[in-house]
C-alpha cells in the first residue's frame, strides 16, 4: 500500500493524489457505519477494479472462473431494467443500505427511460449492458444478429447516458445464453462476460419468500459470488430488504465492482483467485491446463495432393536424366520393389482366393480335419440314405430324416470341431441348409 502510494506521488499531482486517495479509501470502505441514517445497513465492504480484457468470461454457472472475492463477499447484479415502476424502488432498498451492485440494463429499456439510466449511474452503482431487446434464444442467432444486439445496446446505454461517457465493459447474455461466437466478439471488443454464481429464480413465477430462500441457500452452499436478481420484477423488490438484513445477519459483504480504466488500475490479484475455491497450496492436482484454440492464418482448408506430387512416383525419367546430364543435382529416386497394375475401376468383380498354405495349419491337425471331413461326408450321404429309405418304408415327412441327420455320432462331432480349437477360436455351433429342397447338416467350419 504505501509502495504504491509513493508510486502514485511520482506519477500524480498532490491535489489529484489527495482526491483519488479519498475517493480510494471510501471505494474501499463504506461499513454499515458509514451509512448516515442507516445502523442496520450492511453498506459496502470494498470496491474492486477489475481488467475485462485479463478476464473475459467470469461466473461460475458457466465457467471455470469468477471474480477474485473472498470468502463471505457478495457481488449484487441487476439485469433487464430500468423500468421506473421496480427499478426506482431497487436504488431506493440499495440506498437504505449503502450497497452498490451493478445494473445489466436493456437498450431498448434505455431508449423509452434514459432517465432512470442516469439515476442508476448517479447512485454510484455500475452501469453495464445487456444487449438491445433481449433477444430469448440468443446463442440460435446468427453472430451478425448477437453483435448488433451487442453493440447496439451499449449506443442505447451511452446515449442515455449523456454525459459522453460509455458504460462499463460488462456485458451479459440475455438467458446466460451464450456460444463461442459471441464470447469471442464480446473479447474482441474488450467486454467481459458476466454469467453469474447463483441465482435467485425471481424471473420465474415463485413468490418472494422463495426468491429470499433461493438466495440465502445457493450463496451457503457456495460461500461467496455473483448474485443475479432482476430489477423489474416485483418479487425482487420485496425480496430484496430481507436478503440484505440477512446477508449482514450472517457475515456477508458487499463487493462493488468497476472496470479498469488508465487512470483506475485494476486491484492486483493472483490467478488463483479467480477460482470459486481454489485448491490450497499444498494439494497436488491433476488438472492440466487446457488446450488453447489454435487460430489458422491461412485457408481452412489445403488442396488435395496430386499423385505426381510424391517424391517417389516419377514418370519423368527422361526428364530427370536431361537434368542430370546439365549437371543439376537430384534426389535419388526410390522405386518400390515392385508395382502392379490393378484393373481399372469397376472392372474388378473379385479378388483372388488366398491358398490354403498361408493359413499354416499344424500338419496333424490339419491331417485330422481332413479325416473328420471325410467322415462328416460319410455322415452325410448315410443320413440321406436313411432319409430316402425312411420316406419309402412310412411315406414320412422330412422330418424323421431331418432329425436323424441332427444327431451324428459322438466321434464325428468331435473330430469336426478339433482344428477350430487348434486355431484358438471358439467352436461355431452346426447349422441346418437345405440344398435341392433337403435338410442338409453343415459343420460350422466350412462356415468359416
Ligand atoms: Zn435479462
Sequence with gaps: ?????????RRRPWTALCVGLLTSVAAQAAPAA?????????????TIVVDPRAYPVIGTMQYGKTLPLQEREV???FDDGPLPKYSNQILDILAAH?????????????????EGVRKVRDAG?????????????????????????????????????????APAPFLRIPGLRRNDGIEEFAASKGLQLWSADFPADDWRDVSANRVYELAMQRLERKGKGILLLHDIQPRTVIALPRILHELKTRGYRIVHVVPATPERPATPTEPRQWQLHPAPDMVA????????????????????????????????????????????????????????????????????????????????????????????VATVAQARSTEVSSAKLGGKSHRHGRAAAAQPPATTGQAAQTPQHAEGTSPKP?????????????AGLKKR
Design 1 to 9: 500500500m504505501i509502495a504504491s502510494v509513493l508510486g502514485e506521488l
Design 34 to 46: 458509514d451509512c448516515p441514517g442507516h445502523p442496520d445497513a450492511i453498506g459496502t465492504s470494498r
Design 75 to 77: 457481488v449484487l447484479t
Design 430 to 442: 452346426a447349422v441346418q441348409t437345405k440344398r435341392n429342397g433337403r435338410s442338409v447338416r453343415v
Design 285 to 376: 492436482t491433476s488438472r492440466w491446463p487446457k488446450v488453447p484454440k489454435f487460430a489458422f492464418a491461412g485457408p481452412a482448408a489445403l488442396p488435395v495432393p496430386a499423385l505426381s506430387d510424391l517424391d517417389w512416383h516419377t514418370t519423368d525419367l527422361g526428364g530427370r536424366a536431361a537434368r542430370r546430364g546439365r549437371g543439376i543435382p537430384l534426389p535419388p529416386v526410390t522405386l518400390w520393389s515392385s508395382q502392379t497394375m490393378l484393373p481399372p475401376a469397376g472392372t474388378l468383380a473379385a479378388l483372388p482366393v488366398p491358398a490354403a498354405s498361408i493359413f499354416k495349419i499344424p500338419e496333424p491337425t490339419f491331417a485330422s480335419a481332413l479325416a473328420s471331413a471325410a467322415r462328416r
Design 98 to 114: 449503502c450497497a452498490k451492485a451493478t445494473f445489466f440494463l436493456v437498450g431498448s429499456q434505455a431508449n423509452a427511460n434514459p
Design 125 to 165: 452503482h455500475t452501469v453495464a449492458t445487456h444487449t438491445q431487446n433481449h433477444p430469448g434464444g440468443m446463442d440460435r442467432l446468427p453472430l451478425d444478429r448477437s453483435k448488433q444486439e451487442i453493440e447496439q445496446g451499449i449506443a442505447s446505454v451511452t446515449a442515455a447516458l449523456a454525459d459522453g461517457t
